[in-house]
Structure formats: structure tokens, C-alpha cells
């Protein structure tokens, strides 16, 4: 991806001295002239000598130590298409050349010297120039021999290059001055288990457990080991301790843990923690979990890319505080570009923080007034706000600008169900669920909705289309079987139907909408109480979970249970899907 160039005249000398004492060697007519004609060959020979000693001398002239002021020994050319890069980033590569050429001015120490060589290799590292960082990286080992980071780094280069030897010194290097850092010994250990060498990876491994005891990527590393040799028990004891200390290692340990217990031909143990990464992507486990110089050569990575994707990751898994963080960083650094301050502002509204997400979106309208993604976020700070009015508007235009946007239609959907515009509600749903193939909770609001609005038998019709895809869906089961109990259509009520469909279902861990279902079927098939009972239940979790509009339908409910007559309607307006657990209500025996 490009190199660095540079050059110091001095080192030119002694292969300049190697390339004229071969010359002599290497020409056919001088050869010949040394056996024919002595006097000949004599003159040449002075003269060529004369030569070089005049080349010589005029090179250790121009080797001296550069003087105070004047101009760099090295020269370092820009990277390649420079200019396409981002403008935070060119700033700081500018940056790093300005304080070499003040350091190299100003005289200097060689410590101080090597240290900002260092820096640019970090540039030309984390921005995927290798080659140069690699010359770089050499050049700050040779001004500053003590500092371990040099050859750390450029260790990490090598086996990215593939050259496990030279990453293997190079981290020696650095374990040498960095007698206390794990994260040496771990690479080290790393290298020597791709090699197989797992008696020296072993050595190495626990060589970092004696600096940090919780060191995750050793205890993982001596696991592997005893995998290796097949030792699934000793695996077992290493790999157990770690479970929860790290989300990214994690999947890791489940994995290994499952491969163990397989190996015992302990066979539900190893599907419990297979399971637990089944489908899953799981993120590579550092090889250092405890990694520093690591950490500080990430720090200094300002591609919005690169940001962006910290901050996407960070959205998806709910940490907005860390995603407004990196996002907030790529929005001040490119303040041109509309969608990375409407990522930033998306990440303020998951926050809580209307008022800061307002004035990034507004700024990103000005920007680019027909982004739709930015309209859509304008959405959602008006429903935040209750501007109901203004947060229809803004989606719809959103809408207008990308029809395909279902992230609009679903937050227009749930709009108009909070306003009470069913009709608009089950209209936005049914066109995700049949334009964009949407199912899952789309599919059940809007069967959901038509059963609120009274169109059940539209609404039992779409849920039998959607099982026949969704299968497993327990939520779009349940949400059948209470249509099958208490339609308001005699000729679509089959209470048998849905006893036997609700049967089907485990209710190992019943929650509030299994209780509630369950209460429906009970009554529609005449047994008063097992449907009191069960309202019971749903309405104690209801109480504790302060609810108010589901515990006011529930108690509604509960009344036409022990008058032995069934509710009205499977779903009414106001009600909300509740999964939490509705726990057994304890026996009469038990509370005393």
C-alpha cells in the first residue's frame, strides 16, 4: 500500500565501496589485460584506485552529523493518493512530519528523535501503509534502543506479513525491555502454538498468567493447549473461571468448553454451551486481551470508517453512551459529511438527549435537506417530544424521499397506534408485511391491530399466511389461538382447536401473554376457574410491573372469568404485549 522512502547518504558508503571493489572483478577486458599487458593493467589499476579513495573522501565529507538547522538527513515522501485522504488525517500526518523536521532542527536527543519516527511508524501503521511503518518503526528502535513499543509493532507487522520468525525476535525484543508486559509473552505464545511448539507456547502462557493472573487470552491459550493433548478435564478447569469476563471471549470459551465435554462424551453438557453460539458471528478474541500498546495505536485512528464502525457496533449492542462517543468523534472531525452527525444524532436520541439530537439533525438538514435517514431521526425526536403532528410529517417525508425506508413505515405504525389511528396503524404494517417480507414483531402488530379493530377474521386469515412461514413463532401462535377462543364471529370461534394448539406450547417459563391466552381458552371452553386462575397469575406480574392500562384489561377480565362468560375481544385497544414471567401464585399452604 506504499512505501516510505527515505534516504541517509551516509549508509550509501559501504555498498559503494563493495559495488567499486567488485567492478575490477566483474569486466572481461580487465581481466585480460592483467595477464597481457602488466604495465597496462598497472596504470588502471592506480587510476581506479585513485578514483575511489576521491569518492571516498568526498562521501565522509557529506557523512557528518547533520548540523543544527539545516535539513533532515532522511527525506520522507508523502503516501500515495495523499490527497484522497481525509482531511483530520492528512492534518495529522502533517502534524507528525512538522515535529520531525523541529526535532531533526533543533538538534535533538536521539530518544526524542527516535520517539517521533515512532509516531509516524503508528501513522503509516494504522492507516495500512505496512512497508513504511515497518522503516519507520526500525528507525525509532535505532534512535530509541530502550523503548519496548518499537519492536512490539513491529512484530505485529511481521505476522501480519506472514514472517513468524522476524515477529518472533521482534517480540522478543520487546519482552526483553518490557519485563512486566504480558501482552509480549502472549504473542509469543500465540506464535509458538501456530507452530506447534506447544511445550514453549505453554511456558510463554503461563509466563504472562504470573504478571496478570486474569490475563484472558493466557487462560484461553493454555486451554487450547489441553485440548491438544487431550485433556478435556483440565480444559474444563481452566476455560469455567473465565465464563463472563469478556462479551468477545464469551462465544470463544462456550465453544471450547462444548469441544471438551464432547471429548468426555458428555454429550448435553457440550450441547448446552454449543448452543450458546449457535448462528452467531462471533468476534475474534484478541490474541492480548490485556493490550495497551495495542489500545494506543487504535487511539490514533481518525478514519470516520473506522469510527463509524466502532459506533455502529457500539448502537447494536445498546451501549449509546460509546456509540454517541465514536460517532460524536467522526461528526467533529468530518463536520462536511451530513450522515456521519445524523449517526451522531441517532445515538443522542437513544440516549434520552432530544435537545443535543435536535440541533445535530437540524444541522444535518442544512447540510443535506433531502437525506431521508436524517428526517426519519427528526421522527423520532418529535415522538419523543409527543409532537405527534410534526413526527408524522417528518416520516412521511422521509417516505417520499425513500419508499423503501421501512424503518419509517414501522415507526409510522407505531405512531399512529399510540395515537389511536388504527386504521393507519394496521395500513403502515400491512404494507411491511407484504412489500418488505417483515415478520416477527411487524406480522403481529398488524394481525394484532385488525383483532382490535374488530376485523378478526382478516386478522385470523393473516396469521394463518404468516405461521405457514413462521412456524415457530410463539407469539403469532398465541395471538391464533385466542382468535380460535373468543372471536367475535361464532363461525370463527373453535375453542377445541385452540385448546389443543395452546397444549402444543411449553409453558415452562409462562409469561403474562401465555397466562392471559391460556385464561381465554379456559373460558371458552367452560372451566371458570382454571381461567380465573390463570388472570391470576397474569394479573399479579401485571401489579408488580405497574402497568396500568394492561392491568386495568386484565382486571376487566378476571371478573367475566368468575361470572363464568368469556372477554369480548382477544385484543383489546389499549393492550400491550407482555412477555415477563407470571409465576405461579403460592397455594394457600405456602403463605401461611
Request: glycine residues 6%; hydrophobic residues 40%.
Amino acid at each position: 500500500m506504499g512505501t516510505l522512502f527515505f534516504y541517509n547518504r551516509c549508509s550509501l558508503r559501504p555498498l559503494l565501496t563493495l559495488q567499486a571493489a567488485s567492478l575490477l572483478e566483474s569486466i572481461p577486458s580487465t581481466r585480460r589485460l592483467r595477464h597481457a599487458t602488466p604495465g597496462i593493467w598497472r596504470d588502471v589499476v592506480l587510476a581506479t584506485r585513485l578514483a575511489l579513495v576521491v569518492i571516498l573522501l568526498m562521501m565522509g565529507a557529506s557523512c557528518t552529523e547533520p548540523q543544527q538547522g539545516s535539513r533532515s538527513a532522511f527525506d520522507v515522501e508523502q503516501p500515495p493518493r495523499f490527497e484522497e485522504l481525509e482531511p483530520a488525517i492528512k492534518d495529522q500526518y502533517a502534524r507528525l512530519r512538522e515535529e520531525l523536521d523541529r526535532l531533526h532542527s533543533a538538534g535533538a536527543p536521539e530518544a526524542a528523535r527516535g520517539k517521533a519516527w515512532g509516531e509516524m511508524g503508528r501513522w503509516f501503521h494504522i492507516y495500512r501503509y505496512p512497508d513504511s511503518a515497518m522503516l519507520a518503526y526500525g528507525q525509532a528502535a535505532r534512535l530509541d534502543p530502550r523503548e519496548p513499543r518499537w519492536p512490539y509493532y513491529r512484530g505485529m507487522l511481521a505476522v501480519e506479513a506472514g514472517r513468524l520468525d522476524q515477529a518472533a525476535d521482534s517480540f522478543r525484543a520487546a519482552a526483553e525491555l518490557a519485563p512486566r508486559s504480558s501482552a509480549t509473552r502472549v504473542r509469543l505464545a500465540d506464535l509458538w502454538l501456530e507452530q506447534r511448539e506447544s511445550g514453549t507456547a505453554e511456558a510463554m502462557f503461563e509466563a504472562a498468567l504470573e504478571i496478570d493472573p486474569r490475563n484472558l487470552s493466557a487462560g484461553v491459550g493454555l486451554a487450547r493447549i489441553h485440548l491438544q493433548r487431550q485433556q478435556p478435564k483440565a480444559a474444563i478447569e481452566r476455560l469455567t473461571p473465565l465464563l463472563g469476563r469478556n462479551d468477545r471471549g464469551d462465544g470463544h470459551i462456550h465453544y471450547l468448553l462444548g469441544q471438551a465435554y464432547r471429548m468426555l462424551g458428555r454429550v448435553e453438557e457440550a450441547r448446552t454451551h454449543l448452543a450458546q453460539v449457535a448462528g452467531q458471528e462471533m468476534p475474534p478474541l484478541p490474541v492480548a486481551s490485556v493490550d495497551p500498546w495495542l489500545d494506543e495505536l487504535l487511539a490514533i485512528n481518525l478514519s470516520s470508517n473506522h469510527l463509524t464502525r466502532l459506533g455502529q457496533r457500539a448502537y447494536r449492542q445498546g451501549n449509546y453512551q460509546l456509540s454517541a462517543h465514536h460517532s460524536g468523534r467522526a461528526a467533529r472531525l468530518n463536520p462536511d459529511n451530513a450522515e456521519l452527525r445524523a449517526n451522531y444524532a441517532a445515538a443522542l436520541l437513544a440516549l434520552g438527549r432530544t435537545i443535543a439530537a435536535r440541533r445535530q439533525i437540524e444541522a444535518t438538514l442544512r447540510q443535506a435537506p433531502d437525506l431521508a435517514r436524517a428526517h426519519l431521526i427528526l421522527g423520532g425526536i418529535e415522538q419523543k417530544e409527543g409532537n405527534w403532528l410534526e413526527a408524522e410529517n417528518a416520516l412521511l417525508h422521509a417516505l417520499e424521499l425513500d419508499p423503501g425506508m421501512s424503518d419509517a413505515r414501522k415507526q409510522l405504525g407505531r405512531l399512529y397506534q399510540r395515537t389511536g389511528q388504527l386504521d393507519k396503524a394496521v395500513e403502515s404494517y400491512s404494507g411491511l408485511r407484504t412489500r418488505f417480507s417483515e415478520s416477527g414483531q411487524v406480522r403481529f402488530w398488524h394481525a394484532a391491530l385488525l383483532t382490535a379493530a374488530g376485523r378478526h377474521r382478516e386478522a385470523l386469515a393473516a396469521l394463518e399466511e404468516d405461521l405457514e412461514i413462521a412456524s415457530g413463532n410463539t407469539r403469532l401462535e398465541l395471538l391464533r389461538i385466542r382468535l380460535l377462543a373468543a372471536a367475535n364471529d361464532p363461525g370463527l370461534r373453535d375453542p377445541r382447536r385452540a385448546e389443543q394448539l395452546l397444549s402444543a406450547l411449553s409453558q415452562d417459563s409462562a409469561h403474562v401473554f401465555y397466562a392471559e391466552t391460556a385464561a381465554m381458552v379456559a373460558a371458552a371452553n367452560a372451566q371458570p376457574q382454571r381461567a380465573v386462575n390463570w388472570e391470576r397469575r397474569a394479573l399479579a406480574a401485571l401489579e408488580a410491573l405497574q402497568i396500568a392500562p394492561a392491568t386495568q384489561i386484565a382486571r376487566r377480565r378476571l371478573v367475566l372469568y368468575s361470572e363464568n362468560r368469556i372477554t369480548p375481544s382477544p385484543w383489546e385497544r389499549e393492550e400491550v404485549l407482555v412477555v415477563k414471567p407470571a409465576p405461579p401464585l403460592p397455594s394457600p399452604q405456602s403463605s401461611r
